[in-house]
């Protein structure tokens, strides 16, 4: 490779992309023996759910609010979200759960279970301004009891929870995009260290490189 | 079309109490299925290859 | 090989040699998403989903309109919940506080609402209204205010000596409140009342603080919340209207209300002051959370507690691998 290219912006990002997330370690079609448990099926499950979610959103997003209340076609629509959502969390705690008695930071992995965790965090506060866009009673008390929380904290002076408005393009547009992207770089971060090898695997096993 | 056991559901819930713990059945259940779930995804054997 | 921790961090680094199996990802992915979606559409034809009809103030105003008419005064007389509550509505008093950090007062009150004129004056200005309550809105409109706080507060103080019961309120001097709070009370009863409130004269209107803010000055949205067990003290937060599962994943959150100090307002500084320190304990907590790999104790937890090996059994039986002490 010239020195010129080697300065170039363009040719360093696609090195070190190659260097870091070969196309054969984003998609691999084999795993260490030692991924043999079903535990390791709640991420992608979780994954799965997210799909769902956005599927059935998108579809709630192009009728408003207020359709499912009035449609049985929106009822459904609004059931899909409200169950996926339920499975979504169910399968992500249990997918945290597995990756904590896994100890599954080891080895360099530290940051794939921070952006794991701080997508947990997210999909909460995500959550939580979808059920204020109810419109429905829920909506109401919700709004009416969580805005003393936020406002004890100063935080209700921007983030309204009364506020359908603001609460619905939050929930629709950039509480999505901030999961969206950082559950990206958590699963390419999955698929540039690998999974975590076992607690006690054999050093014969592994190749260490000084 | 949406809800055929929903009638079911929209009743005042049941409550589990002591003292100042309580719980909805239906959040002890959802609570218990991610238990059975977790434990079953350790102790079921997982097959042995996949094609 | 050496055991020492940076060694360790480095073996656990590299890249696996030993044997590997076929895993078809993509084929998983498609897979759970059939099963999600297969689930996810018998649940939703099945069980449907939680949606209680919202309260109206027409609701309010019919099924107890005692009340009501109750709250709208304490508007007037600036005694409600709302119009004594602080940043971010106003500056009646200085929020909660944690320690010398006054975050509520220092955010300002950034959503002013006036619970006389946005309340009650503006909404009544908007209708058609009959002689004696027209006339009351203009003297009311056209005294100063003082005469208006002392009408008010007197009514308003005659209202809390009977506990409500307003056919014992004794004669005295307030003025054109009386007439006013029973304009409301008939607009509320009409229907009018809910979207007077939120379009304050305007057009378009996205914003329904002023609604539920002077829904939860009286007693009807709290205890619709209290039939539904939805209070927070009684771990609300974690409820569903009827039988269906709710946001489970607040337990925490919802765990610090039940116990003391947090559920007790008389206790100082941390019951008073409960809203914010939960909420700067749960940002702690949630911080906890992210940074588990680094906290000593609790990351090497899943070594000691040997959940592991039964992830790996099928690794560590046909190698023969034995717990090791860590």
């Known amino acids: 490779m010239s020195t010129s290219e080697n300065k170039m912006w363009t040719a360093r990002l696609r090195n070190a992309w190659q260097r870091n997330l070969p196309v054969d370690k984003l998609l691999p079609d084999d795993q260490p023996a030692y991924v043999a448990s079903w535990i390791y099926v709640f991420g992608v499950a979780t994954i799965a759910a997210l799909g769902v979610i956005i599927a059935s959103g998108i579809v709630l997003a192009f009728q408003g609010p207020a359709w499912y209340h009035t449609s049985d076609i929106g009822k459904f629509t609004n059931s899909m979200h409200f169950w996926s959502v339920q499975m979504f969390f169910a399968f992500m705690v249990i997918h945290l759960w597995g990756k904590f008695w896994m100890a599954a930071w080891r080895g360099n992995r530290v940051r794939t279970w921070m952006t794991g965790a701080v997508t947990f965090v997210v999909s909460i506060a995500t959550a939580f301004t979808g059920y204020l866009i109810q419109t429905n009673f829920d909506s109401q008390w919700i709004s009416f009891e969580a805005k003393d929380g936020f406002n004890s904290v100063g935080v209700g002076a921007w983030f309204t929870v009364t506020n359908l408005g603001q609460m619905l393009l939050l929930h629709v547009a950039f509480l999505p995009l901030i999961l969206g992207v950082i559950t990206f770089i958590h699963v390419l971060m999955v698929r540039r260290r690998g999974v975590v090898p076992p607690i006690d695997a054999l050093p014969f096993d592994m190749e260490v490189r000084k | 079309m949406t809800g055929w056991l929903a009638s079911f559901l929209n009743h005042p819930a049941t409550y589990l109490k002591y003292g100042w713990f309580q719980i909805s059945i239906s959040n002890l259940i959802v609570i218990l299925i991610m238990l059975v779930l977790f434990a079953a995804a350790i102790l079921i054997k997982f097959p042995k290859e996949r094609e | ?326």
């Open chain 3, 1 to 326: 090989m050496s055991t020492g921790r940076h060694t360790k961090e480095e073996f656990d680094a590299a890249p696996w040699h030993g044997k590997t199996r076929k895993y078809d990802i993509v084929k998983e992915g498609v897979i759970a998403v059939v099963v999600v979606s297969v689930l996810a559409v018998a649940l939703s034809l099945l069980l449907g989903s939680p949606d209680d009809t919202p309260l109206t103030f027409k609701g309010w105003a019919t099924s107890n309109s005692d009340n009501f008419y109750a709250t709208a005064v304490s508007e007037l007389a600036g005694t409600s919940g709302t119009a004594t509550y602080g940043a971010p509505y106003n500056k009646a008093a200085d929020g909660l506080n944690v320690g010398p950090l006054w975050l509520q007062k220092w955010a300002g009150a950034s959503r002013p609402i006036d619970s006389v004129n946005d309340f009650v004056i503006a909404p009544l200005s908007t209708q058609v209204l009959s002689t004696d309550i027209a006339s009351a809105l203009a003297t009311w409109k056209a005294a100063t205010a003082k005469d208006q706080s002392t009408w008010a507060t007197n009514y308003d103080s005659a209202i809390a000596k009977v506990e409500g019961k307003l056919s014992d309120v004794p004669a005295g001097n307030y003025g054109p409140v009386p007439a006013l709070a029973q304009g409301l009370t008939d607009m509320a009863k009409a229907g009018g009342l809910d979207a007077a409130l939120l379009s304050q004269g305007g057009f378009f209107q996205t914003d329904n603080t002023k609604q539920i803010l002077f829904f939860g000055d009286g007693s009807y949205l709290d205890d619709a919340g209290t039939a539904a067990n939805l209070q927070g003290g009684t771990w609300g937060m974690m409820n569903e209207t009827g039988r269906y599962p709710g946001q489970a994943w607040l337990w925490l959150y919802s765990f610090w209300y039940q116990i003391p100090p947090f559920n007790n307002e008389e206790s100082k500084p941390i019951g008073a002051n409960a809203d914010a320190y939960i909420m700067f304990l749960m940002g702690g907590l949630s911080l906890g959370l992210i940074l588990i790999p680094l906290i000593p104790g609790i990351k090497t937890l899943p070594m000691r507690i040997p959940i592991h090996r039964g992830i790996w059994r099928q690794y560590y039986e046909e190698n023969g691998i034995k717990r090791r002490k860590h």
